[in-house]
T-cell receptor
Framework: KNQVEQSPQSLIILEGKNCTLQ??????????LRWYKQDTGRGPVSLTI?????NTKSNGRYTATLDADTKQSSLHITASQLSDSASYIC?????????????FGTGTRLQVTL | DVKVTQSSRYLVKRTGEKVFLECVQD?????MFWYRQDPGLGLRLIYF???????EKGDIPEGYSVSREKKERFSLILESASTNQTSMYLC???????????FGSGTRLTVV
């Protein structure tokens, strides 16, 4: 069964600190892995998308890594800001031809405090 | 800027009512999806459509139906709403293929 597991479930950090969120997956076949940021009560917004051949991708203060051999990904947030408080969802896409189906993690809830 | 628009941010409906959730995208995407999101469960696929008038069941289609009469619009229908359908509903769309999923802002449905 395809699964995506994220850790930790929740995290509280001080503003200005860095943090790393983890994602392990067992999805086959593999097409790409995405990280989304979801503010409370809003839809997810894409941060990064990585294919099999990419092992790192940055979007401002967000840097995602992918190790396709160990089926692990991480999202590193640098110099956190209060606006980074949100849920971060790891999503893995399998290649199913006509329409990709996504396997979602349950998210890491990040709270950045003063 | 690409957009997926869900018609309502919040809805409160009574048990047994027929409920329509509307989703419109302006990107000429072939694929459209309906998910529900519940705490601790993540997003779960209800239905998706890869073309006009085409639909496929997702992981949890029971109690739901969909309609796609035009490429830009994908509707989710709760034939007889029940309290266990209280949830956040998210619509998404993508081009044929694997990239560029865009989500709407979500509709928080409460069934009382």
């Amino acid at each position: 069964k395809n699964q995506v597991e994220q850790s930790p479930q929740s995290l509280i950090i001080l503003e200005g600190k860095n943090c790393t969120l983890q994602c392990n997956y067992t999805v086959s076949p593999f097409s790409n892995l995405r990280w989304y940021k979801q503010d409370t009560g809003r839809g997810p917004v894409s941060l990064t998308i990585m294919t099999f051949s990419e092992n790192t991708k940055s979007n401002g203060r967000y840097t995602a890594t992918l190790d396709a051999d160990t089926k692990q990904s991480s999202l590193h947030i640098t110099a956190s800001q209060l606006s980074d408080s949100a849920s971060y969802i790891c999503v893995v896409s399998g290649d199913t031809g006509t329409a990709s189906k996504l396997t979602f993690g349950t998210g890491t809830r990040l709270q950045v405090t003063l | 800027d690409v957009k997926v628009t869900q018609s309502s941010r919040y809805l409160v409906k009574r048990t047994g009512e027929k409920v329509f959730l509307e989703c419109v995208q302006d990107m000429d995407h072939e694929n459209m999806f309906w998910y529900r999101q519940d705490p601790g469960l993540g997003l779960r696929l209800i239905y998706f459509s890869y073309d006009v008038k085409m639909k496929e069941k997702g992981d949890i289609p029971e109690g739901y139906s969909v309609s796609r009469e035009k490429k830009e619009r994908f509707s989710l229908i709760l034939e007889s709403a029940s309290t266990n359908q209280t949830s956040m509903y998210l619509c998404a769309s993508s081009y044929m293929g694997r990239y560029g999923y865009t989500f709407g802002s979500g509709t928080r449905l409460t069934v009382v």
